[in-house]
Nanobody
Framework: QVQLVESGGGLVQPGGSLRLSCAAS????????MTWYRQAPGKERELVASITMNGATNYADSVKGRFTISRDAAKNAMYLQMDSLKVEDTAVYYC???????????WGQGTQVTVSS
């Protein structure tokens, strides 16, 4: 099994920055893509950004130019640098990993990000 642990959430003012981390551990299947999702109160979970093990990235339109996803293969970790944060970025952020065929997936427990003045 692959376990994922997020960290780095917190309270920040509009315009501020936060850096989320997701650490992967365990074994059993090979991670192909890692993704950040978020879920705001009363809303569905949505994709924020993803990165493949080849380094290809994808972003939701709402975060393009403000968020940057990256990974450290040696540490089996993924990061989300969030700049110019807006109130509407407030949500629980989840880390997800899956294999190439999407036959195996793992979720982290989530980390709260609150953007408020």
């Amino acid at each position: 099994q692959v376990q994922l642990v997020e960290s780095g959430g917190g309270l920040v003012q509009p315009g501020g920055s936060l850096r989320l981390s997701c650490a992967a551990s365990g074994s059993g299947w090979t991670i192909y893509v890692m993704t950040w999702y978020r879920q705001a109160p009363g809303k569905e979970r949505e994709l924020v950004a993803s990165i493949t093990m080849n380094g290809a990235t994808n972003y939701a339109d709402s975060v393009k130019g403000r968020f940057t996803i990256s990974r450290d293969a040696a540490k089996n970790a993924m990061y989300l640098q969030m700049d110019s944060l807006k109130v509407e970025d407030t949500a629980v952020y989840y880390c997800n990993a899956r294999n190439r065929l999407s036959t195996a997936t793992s979720w982290g427990q989530g980390t709260q990000v609150t953007v408020s003045s």
